[in-house]
């Protein structure tokens, strides 16, 4: 039948844009499968924000696809809403990034058949790179495919928003994604397009998200997809997922790692034992070179994966801690090192808060001076500790949660001073070395953030080499790769007006016969 025919008679109707395989009206009504495993997968609007019941388009959803199934199943690691099954992987905040970081964890858990993606919403409100949102929403759904390439992802256009100028932006990037649905169709891959036009603004609970009325129509719209899926033979009932990859060891949680009190950092090098050599920042190679210092601490019988370094006492050096597996943290002042001053026993530091220590970082997030405890959550969630003096002198002031879910992993949180002024910044290291940034705004370890982008879009090296430390005394933490033989690259933070910018200082270590693992700056 030709196409123009196909048009005009009302039977028919075309899969989705750019697909012209025809699909039967009665084939769509009168559907079935035998499982139907479904990951709702989104931001709040997928939570279900605005609705009565908390449930979203996914109630009304349910609804509409149970008598066409044998086995229904809703999917996902969160549990939300009024409804048979509360699964879905809705994220409150969330952007295309925040998906596309975890999904490769989420995928092999839930083992869907069918994904529905509503995405975008944040990027287009905040607004976070607008401009490049329909490549990200691409590479995300490429990552779907690439763990699970007969996985059938149903991509829909947003829903609108109030705000004119989070409208103008959503408008851009709605007109983009059948595109790219129709790119990797001709590919022979089951990805469609779910048009959202009838949710109007009349529709809307807020600026961005639907009322009942609108996740209705929401609903509507992805069973129809999903009907036109299931008619073209696009639904597998038993899909392969690769396996999640395996989790990456957190770094460890240095801060500030000036032994002399300088304004520096300087190179250490922890042995296996939890001995410690030094090396004194003069202004690193080809500016002032490097002090040798020696045996800057002979340990105190814990193995060098416990050491870590912080100043907890606000003098402005940094102290040698033992950060136990438990969460416990004992203490030792740093009053100049081994052989200049010697070090004095604090005891226990901090008797733990109930998670392990592979969760523990230490930073400075209210500017006294002394570093905080923290413990990084899931998805990237931080809780702090102000310290008050530590255990058994002047104990911890609980602040609860300091930094809400961002949606990257807990292996990529660092925290940094990058604008000097003496808090500590949230950053998200991504693998291919460029970095997330939020910088920290709160009164008294109270948080609240602005996010700075970009802060700092990486210059070749992968995210498992940087490190940041502030090598040249100006307060802002400076963007470092170390090499697993030593060696440290430096580009100097030139950040100002809010804004970063970079001064590339080439290698500012060559190394000292170690490897990077056990070097510390």
């Known amino acids: 039948m030709a196409a123009d025919a196909v048009v005009a008679d009302p039977q028919y109707a075309y899969a989705s844009p750019g697909d012209h395989t025809v699909v039967s009206a009665v084939a769509t009504k009168d559907w079935k499968v035998p499982n139907l495993s479904v990951m709702p997968l989104g931001d709040s609007i997928t939570y279900g924000t605005g609705s009565s019941t908390g449930s979203g388009y996914r109630g009304e959803l349910w609804n509409r696809l149970a008598s066409h199934t044998d086995r229904l199943d809703f999917v996902g690691s969160e549990r939300d809403g009024k409804l048979p099954d509360l699964d879905h992987e809705g994220h409150y905040g969330w952007k295309i990034g925040g998906l596309s970081n975890n999904i490769d964890r989420w995928l092999p858990a839930a083992q869907p058949n069918v994904v529905l993606l509503h995405i975008g919403t944040n990027d287009m409100h905040d607004p976070y790179r607008p401009d490049t949102a329909p490549r990200r929403l691409a590479e995300l759904v490429d990552k779907i495919l690439s763990a699970a390439p007969d996985m059938t992802v149903l991509v829909s256009s947003l829903v609108p928003s109030a705000d004119a100028d989070t409208q103008k932006r959503i408008e851009t ?246 604008n000097g002024d003496g808090k500590a910044d949230y950053l998200a290291v991504q693998d291919d070395g460029s970095v997330r940034a939020w910088i920290n705004k709160g009164t008294d370890g109270r948080g609240s953030w602005s996010e700075l982008d970009p802060f700092a879009d990486g210059f070749g090296e992968p995210g498992s080499k940087v490190r940041f430390a502030d090598v040249n005394g100006d307060g802002k933490a400076d963007y470092l790769t170390l090499q697993d033989n030593g060696v440290i690259r430096a580009w100097i933070n030139d950040m100002g007006d809010g804004r970063a910018g970079w001064t590339e200082r080439g290698i500012f270590a060559t190394g000292v016969g170690e490897p990077g693992s056990k070097v510390r700056i």
Do not use: C
């Open 173 to 418: 990037f709605n007109a983009a994604v059948p595109q790219l649905v129709a790119e990797r169709q001709k590919k022979g891959l089951h990805v469609g397009y779910v048009d959202m036009g009838e949710v109007t603004t009349g529709d809307l609970d807020d600026d961005l998200h639907p009322k009942d009325s609108g996740y209705v129509k929401m609903a509507e719209a992805f069973s129809n997809g999903i009907a036109r899926a299931a008619a073209d033979g696009w639904i597998r009932q038993g899909v392969s997922i690769k396996a999640a990859p395996p989790a990456r060891n957190a770094l460890p949680g240095d801060y500030h790692v000036d032994i002399n009190g300088d304004g520096r950092a300087d190179y250490l090098v922890v042995q296996d034992n939890g001995s410690v050599k030094a090396w004194i920042n003069k202004g690193g190679d080809g500016y002032g070179s490097w002090q040798q210092f020696g045996t800057f601490a002979t340990g105190v019988g814990e193995p060098g994966r416990k050491v870590r370094f912080a100043d907890i006492n606000a003098d402005g050096k940094a102290d040698y801690l033992v950060l136990n597996d438990d969460g416990t943290v004992k203490a030792w002042i740093n009053n100049g090192g081994t052989g200049h001053g010697g070090w004095i026993e604090r005891g226990t530091f901090a008797t733990g808060v109930g998670e392990p220590g592979s969760k523990v970082r230490f930073a400075d997030i209210n500017a006294d001076g002394k570093a905080d405890y923290l413990v990084v959550q899931k998805y990237g969630a931080v809780e702090a500790w102000l310290n008050n003096g530590g255990t058994g002198q002047g104990s911890w002031i609980e602040r609860g949660t300091f930094v809400g879910r961002t949606g990257e992993p807990e292996d990529r949180i660092r925290f940094a001073d990058i």
